[in-house]
């Protein structure tokens, strides 16, 4: 038996004996975090790509790198799947030290590239989409995009960091390497300029969204929708504590399947925050969808039975609503209510769309606000 293939990558502590083949591990847990965390993610970039390809027909720049932030993540996870079965997640001294070829140890140092680019792409989309939605304001644009340059300057100088530590790190014997040596305190500073550009993002829609002239609920509303990177702060900061807590810890394999579960946290729930704003529109017009058909139904269902009756079908005629106001049945409009709502058809009753105009005729009624028919 060749003993050299069962030296530990690190010996065990005092007291403790490799264990090569059961070992306690932390990998069935990263793996549930992705499993859990990118599905949602999917939904979320799928429900907005829908969104604004076929109801707003109005795709972005903003939607693009989403998409490039869904991949990267979808990228992430993968390889911590992979990387899981080669020791992440595990300890150093229950590993063997010939299982840690550079090849294997190279992919699990492309877990922080494709991090850097993931973060990139999800902060990048956000500010995309902040300059589509304030973009009348100067000052604010001017925000948005000074803080879009620095943080692209600065996740370049890390991605760069990165791939030099992917090639010059990838053996055990770098260690002590000054270069690879340092590599744990630069995650801490990257850590701590992902909490500060979150919070900045975080900060900087408040302001313009409090200026917004519209009632207070729903001022509120839209304030609570961009909020929600609240979220993705707090993992942000539980990330940077994990980091900081294991920095000096030389089970570095043990300790990355914990940040690595977090930084598989943040990069989901970042992408799904800054979906988050397309949402309303999506729901509104689900609702929209669904009272159109049903106007729609009740239309030709009251054509039918007037037809039935015997009775003359004129241009139009008017019957009274369960709600008590009239309806006036045309051939070419549809359906009108009382409350100045309507469906608009073609002459053959097909549905076009809803829409909505002021009934004057009922002296009643509160004058409307609301549009209720297409979105933008």
Known sequence: ?????????????????????????????????????????????????????????????????????ALSSTAYASVCILVSHWGVGTHLWDIRAITLTPPRLRIMSSLSIIYVLGILFTKISIFLLY??????RRNFTAFVKGGMVFFSIYHAAA????????????????????????????????????????????VLPIAPVMQLQIPQGKKLGVLMVFLCGFIALAVSIARLIAIGVNLHSPDGLYYAALSSSLTAV?????????????????????????????????????????????????????????????????NVLGSIQGDGRFIMTNVDGSLIRPMSFQDNTHEHLAPRRDVWGPLV
């Open 266 to 330: 943040e990069l989901n729930v970042g992408i799904v925050t800054a979906s988050m704003v397309i949402m309303p529109q999506f729901f509104t017009h689900s609702k929209i969808l669904h009272l159109s058909t049903y106007k729609a139904v009740r239309y030709r269902f009251l054509r039918r039975r007037t037809n039935s009756s015997g009775r003359q079908q004129n241009p139009s005629s008017k019957t009274r609503s369960d709600d008590g106001l009239f309806v006036i049945e045309t």
């Open 131 to 136: 300059l589509r939605i304030f973009v009348v």
């Open 1 to 69: 038996m060749d003993l050299s293939k069962n030296i530990p990558a690190l010996p065990p502590p005092d007291g403790v004996q490799s264990q090569f083949d059961h070992p306690r591990t932390l990998a069935s847990s990263l793996i549930a975090v992705n499993a859990t965390f990118l599905p949602l993610m999917i939904i979320a970039v799928g429900t907005r790509l829908y969104t604004r390809t076929f109801i707003a027909n109005a795709l972005g720049w903003d939607d693009y790198t989403c998409v490039g932030a």
């Open 159 to 202: 991605l760069g960091l990165s791939i030099a530590y992917l090639t010059k790190c990838d053996r055990p014997s770098t260690v002590r390497d000054s270069f690879c040596a340092k590599w744990q305190s630069l995650d801490v500073f990257q850590a701590v300029m992902n909490v500060s550009t979150d919070t900045y993002l975080l």
